[in-house]
């Protein structure tokens, strides 16, 4: 194998020596992939990310997973239950155990892959499967998915491969347990045990990465710099399709145009869809470079957004939240930046999914109807050309996302400049990815506006980023995801009643009110749907895009070479 060659991130193209003679050759056993975030974690249950999503997909494997095709399978147990078959088998629930819908639970049996290692060779067996258990219940340990976690009743182990999970309801997807992503118990649980309460900060995922113990996919990580690269070689303890190459190398460069020509240079081999160019530069990239790669552009369920933090006072007026998004031309910025080619979000759920309903409220661009609802809602005395209330307060707003995101900082300065023409001052202050997503985000710190995209599956229910008990505290080891600290109980017994539906038109009409409450009370500015672009040399066979949560990489092992 080639000596690997270490990134030198050019942060200008004319630092570069003849770096624009197209894509130069490299060693068939290294891939070297160039994404512009580096996560915040890399523990499997905790702060969901992008990043980290590409990156553990490459080195373990959910136990079921929506594919290509939008479709439940399984990944790490071998067949999915269900009613018809005898493996999942509804039954009444525990005294004292309230349930959901209609009062009953289910019992699923699952069997892990039997040949299923952990990349140090320890069999991944149902103790694993009980210590995740254990971690995801704790209200300390900070996992994402805190309410996967309370629905599960308990857990019967056959033997060391196959196990029965009883659960609190029947819902629509009652197969699907794709965010119970195993830990090496082996590992974690004397680190777990020792302080379950400080188990983020001592989790052997962030401080001791390169253990293969970690890993049970085709690949496991040799060498981890924070902010900087992530190496990959393969798993000898595998139990697939032998991948391509021998070695991945993942270098975060978090300033787009860097991205750019640290691929024209030769530096990087390919540029991930996930989180690479923003849109409006691969097309331009295309224009001047689009012979020497092939590029895939995948209209996706991902949506680029602005979080509203809603215990500011400010934002706690609906007419303030709705004036926000009638003062912005969303459509001029679909249009101009992306050739219409990433249409404008007006909820959460996208066209592509077949619980749409195209009927909610719109807002267009109506600087009118904004100036009327500041008006109404106090904001109506004009200083500088700047709002204030009666108590002589500025209407004024603090604005983050992701610095070094050229098209975020773009689409940022936009409305910035929409929303000073309706008399409302945004003060930008961005932070590096690591550190809005880490602290800002995850923590609740940010006091306003906060930009940036969620992934999500097909009709994925949004009860972590929506429902009233998802919402980050201190207390419960910031678990959930609903940032904004959106409160609404109508929104909650929709979430909590749509996952025991079974009836998908009965379903279709309770999405349908989801949306008109998430468009009447606007937690979130939705702005437009994401189509991700994969830049990728010519050699490279292989790489499907999935268009939702589940991310290519996911399918590492089948990515080839040819023609090289």
């Known amino acids: 194998m080639r000596k690997l060659l270490l990134a030198v991130v050019f942060a200008f193209a004319g630092s570069l020596t003849g770096a624009f003679a197209g894509p130069q050759a490299a060693a068939a056993e290294e891939l070297r992939i160039g994404i512009s975030q580096y996560p915040t974690t890399l523990h499997p249950s905790r702060e969901a990310s992008v990043a980290k999503s590409y990156i553990m997909s490459m080195t373990q494997r959910p136990m079921t997973v929506y594919d290509h095709e939008w479709q439940l399978i399984c990944m790490l147990c071998v067949e999915l239950p269900s009613i018809e078959a005898g493996t999942a088998v509804p039954e009444d629930l525990p005294e004292g155990v309230e349930g959901a819908g209609d009062g009953k639970g289910i019992a699923l049996t699952y069997t892990i892959q039997p040949e299923a290692t952990w990349g140090d060779g320890t069999p991944i067996t149902t103790k694993d499967v009980l210590f995740t258990l254990k971690v995801g219940r704790h209200e300390k340990s900070g996992v994402g998915s805190l309410e996967l976690y309370r629905r599960i009743l308990s857990i019967d182990v056959i033997d060391d491969k196959t196990f029965v999970m009883h659960y609190d309801r029947i819902g629509f997807e009652y197969a699907a347990i794709n965010d119970f992503r195993l830990l090496p118990a082996h590992i974690e649980e004397p680190i777990f045990d020792a302080a379950p309460e400080d188990y983020r900060n001592r989790t052997a995922f962030d401080n001791d990465p390169a253990n293969p113990g970690l890993a049970f996919g085709p690949y496991r990580i040799v060498e981890a710099i924070p902010g900087s690269r992530i190496v990959l070689e393969r798993n000898d303890t595998w139990w697939g399709k032998r991948p391509a190459f021998d070695r991945i190398t993942l270098l975060t460069i978090e300033k787009t145009t860097a991205l750019e020509a640290n691929l024209l240079s030769g530096n990087i081999d390919m540029i991930a869809g996930e989180l690479g160019l923003t849109f409006d530069q691969a097309l331009a990239f295309e224009r001047r470079h689009g012979g020497n790669y092939q590029i895939i552009y995948e209209p996706s369920l991902l949506y680029e957004h602005i979080d509203l933090m809603l215990e500011n006072p400010i934002l706690q007026d609906k007419r303030v939240r709705q004036a926000l998004v009638y003062a912005i031309d969303r459509e001029a910025i679909s249009e101009r930046l992306f050739e219409g080619r990433q249409p404008v979000a007006h909820s959460g759920v996208s066209p592509l999914d077949w619980v749409y309903y195209p009927d909610i409220k719109k807002y267009s661009h109506d600087p009118q109807k904004a100036a009327a609802l500041l008006d109404e809602a106090g904001w109506s005395e004009m200083r500088g050309g700047i709002r204030h209330n009666a108590a002589g307060e500025p209407l004024r707003l603090e604005f983050m996302t992701t610095a070094g995101n050229r098209i975020r900082e773009l689409v940022q300065q936009v409305l910035q400049s929409q929303w000073k023409q309706a008399g409302i001052d945004m003060r930008v202050r961005n932070e590096p990815p690591r550190a809005f997503f880490g602290e800002t985000v995850h923590h609740r710190r940010f006091t306003g506006l906060a930009m940036f995209a969620w992934g999500k599956g097909p009709e994925h229910v949004?009860?972590?980023?929506?429902?009233?008990?998802?919402?980050?505290?201190?207390?419960?080891?910031?678990?959930?995801?609903?940032?904004?600290?959106?409160?609404?109980?109508?929104?909650?017994?929709?979430?909590?009643?749509?996952?025991?539906?079974?009836?998908?038109?009965?379903?279709?009409?309770?999405?349908?009110?989801?949306?008109?409450?998430?468009?009447?009370?606007?937690?979130?500015?939705?702005?437009?749907?994401?189509?991700?672009?994969?830049?990728?040399?010519?050699w490279l066979k292989g790489l499907r895009p999935t268009g939702q949560m589940a991310t290519s990489s996911l399918w590492i092992e089948d990515w080839t070479v040819e023609g090289r």
């Open 462 to 538: 949004p009860r972590t980023t929506l429902h009233s008990e998802e919402i980050p505290t201190e207390e419960n080891g910031w678990s959930g995801q609903n940032y904004t600290g959106f409160r609404n109980a109508e929104m909650d017994s929709l979430i909590e009643a749509i996952g025991v539906e079974l009836d998908r038109p009965t379903r279709k009409e309770m999405w349908a009110r989801v949306q008109q409450i998430y468009a009447e009370e606007i937690p979130v500015i939705s702005l437009y749907w994401r189509a991700n672009a994969h830049v990728l040399p010519k």
